[in-house]
């Protein structure tokens, strides 16, 4: 069951985190980092890109793909 906690922002930009949450995930200070959602996917991007034929991705060939589908309708 999901809970919902209010924090509050310190004046010196801090939070604290309510002991529960603390506990729970057994953390303890200087032990969390917020990132934001862009910088996380950055940061994976890629990360199975090993696991891919060829070295290249699958998203990377359909987009290959459908370029050269453009080219080939653009000389028709």
Request: proline letters at 4%.
């Amino acid at each position: 069951m999901a809970h919902t906690y209010t924090v509050q922002l310190g004046a010196r930009g801090r939070i604290v985190l309510p002991a529960e949450i603390r506990e729970r995930l057994a953390v303890k200070p200087g032990q969390v980092r917020i990132v934001n959602r862009r910088r996380q996917v950055d940061e994976c991007a890629g990360m199975f890109k090993h696991l891919a034929p060829h070295g290249r991705l699958a998203s990377e060939e359909l987009i290959a793909e459908r370029r050269e589908e453009a080219k080939r309708e653009e000389r028709e």
